[in-house]
């Protein structure tokens, strides 16, 4: 009978990767607190493109006055390009089995800046150890569903007229972070106060204020012919060429509905 190898996932070696810079970063302090209970060690942050002897140093070099650390590895040199020759595809191997060794008080962490390609041989031998999160920015088109689950874990209920709203405004971004959305609904929960309800009302409030332009009531004023305020909002809104084609393009949108 044949026996199958399973692979064992180290619970303190963990890889994080993708393009939202802010979460890896957010991730990663917790995933420390977490391991260490709250009590946060040592943490040695490691460069990009490092080498082994300087990961080894740090892995295995543990302090004396200093048990538990925490060694952060930033975009290592090996997970871009293959090993070049037989050499270095000896030193990856024993660099694994370095992971493979270490003691309960070292932690290791490596961050990716962008996708993963899980198809190259080093990737696949760090993930058959290591445990891995993949932190990416928020397509638009999810990000009013996603603030809304936040709203609803906080005992709060986004009325339809405000959903509509939300999805409106938040399609219109064109990069979003889980953890500006966290932080926006904290804002939202503060502002609503005892209310359980979030009405369309108190979003025109808060959301032209993430914005830091007023695309929005600029709009609703073109719409209603208020001359006025068109005149005096025009510079705020179209202050450079990236934001006047983002915004051309919001009005163009609202236009053709």
């Not at 270095?88 to 996708?115: H, M, Q, R, S, Y």
């Not at 106060?193 to 929005?216: C, H, V, W």
Request: glycine content about 6%; aromatic content about 8%.
């Amino acid at each position: 009978m044949e026996i199958m190898a399973v692979k064992q996932i180290l619970s303190n070696c963990k890889i994080l990767y993708g393009n939202d810079s802010v979460t890896i970063g957010l991730r990663r302090e917790e995933i420390i607190r977490d391991y260490f209970h709250g009590e946060i060690p040592e943490v040695t942050v490691l460069d990009s493109p490092g080498n082994y002897d300087l990961y080894r140093s740090y892995l295995e070099g543990q302090s004396l006055f200093a048990v538990k650390t925490a060694v952060v590895m930033e975009n290592p040199f090996f997970i871009k390009r293959p090993p070049k020759d037989k050499k270095e595809e000896n030193e990856f191997n024993g660099f694994i089995n370095i992971l493979k060794e270490l003691t309960p008080d070292t932690l290791a962490i490596f961050t990716v800046d962008g996708a993963l390609d899980k198809r190259t041989k080093a990737s696949k031998t760090l993930l058959s150890v290591c445990g891995s999160e993949e932190c990416s920015l928020l397509a638009p088109r999810e990000g009013a569903s996603v603030i809304a689950r936040m709203l609803m874990d906080c005992g709060k209920r986004v009325e339809p007229e405000a959903r509509a709203y939300m999805e409106e405004v938040i399609g219109s971004w064109e990069t979003i972070s889980r953890p500006f959305l966290q932080t926006e609904c904290d804002k939202i929960v503060l502002m609503a106060g005892n209310r359980t309800g979030i009405s369309k009302k108190l979003l025109e409030y808060a959301l032209p204020e993430y914005m830091d332009q007023g695309i929005f009531k600029f709009t609703d004023a073109l719409i209603a012919k208020n001359a006025s305020a068109v005149m005096e909002n025009t510079d705020h809104v179209f202050t450079d060429v990236s934001e006047t084609i983002k915004n051309l393009g919001f009005i163009s949108a609202k236009f053709r509905k």
